[in-house]
């Protein structure tokens, strides 16, 4: 089964055209949000911060995303959360000094509470209405749309900002959400509807539980959460300001290297999707592992840098979506928004840690170089646990 047919399923096709374009405004605004900061002569740290922002409500706000997934109906939810998208994006044209930084950081919290509540019911409801083949394709369709998104959104972003402007870029964002909810509305969903008699604290305490209990599962999801040393956002911006700005505009040099990157990403599951296996998977750790450490002896130039952003993001996608897979498999369908909502708890715990390590260590004087080298060590690191992970659960 193939790519194309995957698609042919009506949910999955409906959602896809859904992710397309609200993803594609989300990266879109994303570079106006840097340059924006960039312009304020916004410090390192603040960047860190407003990166880690837009990764935070993940890691708070899970148990209770678990709960409502589990709890409210998936197309009611998704509205709701896609309205609450629209009304942040807007918020971000009346950001206009750093003065006002703390309000654009609550609007960032807040847009991506929703936004990572929304992913989670997405990725809870697809092993509910699809098993084996099926669901190992739609989570690969589901990497490609972001990868994809993210290149295209990051490129057009940083040119229509650097040329039109930010608030253009948040407007255009806006529309973009309000199309998504169209196609929406339209979505024919049937699902069994489950009852949960137990109150909210006992689901809470219950998903934790059932979390701990599966120590297989829980290593899993510490496996997943490593692909966070991927969180590029603050060290992009930080080279295109302190490295590359007297080259090119710092719009565009973040637009075209994250897009370059998310390039890599869109290709690699074409080719490594076919092979990856519960028996290589620490083969291709390695492999993202010695990208990055590519990259990190390249910056120096800014084109030999696009070429080992294309190959740093060769693995990520794959690796992603692979290791989602395994916890997706593992889980029983009744805790399953609790536990995808976990797991993406711990994932974005990871982008935070990497987000803030990048921006205090550009602050205490370590060079950009030296901070993506030990981000590529850690993804070797991670190829051993997995051989440790490997033995002791899969043989």
């Known amino acids: 089964m193939n790519y194309i047919e995957t698609l042919q399923h009506p949910v999955i096709r409906r959602l896809s055209f859904i992710q397309l374009i609200s993803y594609f405004g989300t990266w879109f605004s994303q570079v106006a949000i840097y340059s924006m900061l960039v312009s304020f002569h916004a410090d390192a740290v603040t960047i860190a911060i407003t990166a880690a922002m837009s990764m935070l409500p993940a890691v708070v706000l899970a148990p209770l995303i678990g709960i409502i997934i589990d709890k409210i109906a998936f197309k009611r939810l998704m509205l709701t959360l896609l309205l609450v998208e629209i009304s942040m994006t807007l918020g971000f044209i009346f950001i206009n000094s750093l003065e006002y930084i703390w309000i654009l950081m609550i609007l960032i919290f807040i847009r991506s509470s929703a936004a990572s509540m929304l992913f989670s019911a997405q990725m809870s409801l697809f092993p509910k209405i699809l098993k084996g083949k099926m669901l190992k394709n739609t989570n690969e369709i589901h990497s490609i749309i972001w990868s994809f998104t993210y290149a295209a959104g990051m490129a057009v972003g940083g040119m229509v900002t650097h ?216 993804f070797i690191a991670t190829a051993g646990y997995y051989i440790w992970f490997k033995k002791s659960y899969l043989s």
């Open 163 to 378: 040329y039109l402007g930010v608030d253009l870029a948040f407007s255009i964002d806006a529309t973009l959400y309000i199309i998504a909810v169209l196609l929406l509305l339209g979505l024919k969903l049937s699902l069994e509807k489950v009852i949960y008699a137990d109150s909210n604290w006992i689901m809470f305490i219950d998903g934790f539980k059932y979390l701990f209990k599966h120590k297989k599962l829980l290593h899993l999801i510490l496996l997943h959460a490593a692909i966070g040393l991927t969180s590029f956002d603050a060290l992009t911006t930080l080279l295109s300001d302190y490295q590359y700005k007297k080259l090119i505009a710092v719009p565009l040099a973040i637009g075209w290297m994250n897009a370059t990157r998310a390039l890599g990403l869109m290709i690699g599951p074409f080719f490594i999707g076919r092979v990856i296996s519960k028996e290589n998977l620490h083969y291709f750790f390695v492999l993202q592992g010695l990208a990055i450490l590519l990259w990190s002896v390249l910056e120096f130039n800014f084109y030999y840098a696009l070429f080992a952003l294309f190959v740093t993001g060769f693995f990520i996608t794959t690796l992603w979506s692979y290791t989602y897979l395994l916890i997706q498999e593992e889980t029983e369908s009744k805790y399953m928004g609790r536990v995808i909502s976990y797991n993406d708890m711990f994932f974005m715990l990871s982008n935070i840690a990497t987000a803030l390590f990048i921006g205090y260590a550009a602050k205490w004087g370590m060079a950009l170089e030296e901070i993506t080298f030990i981000l590529g060590l850690g």
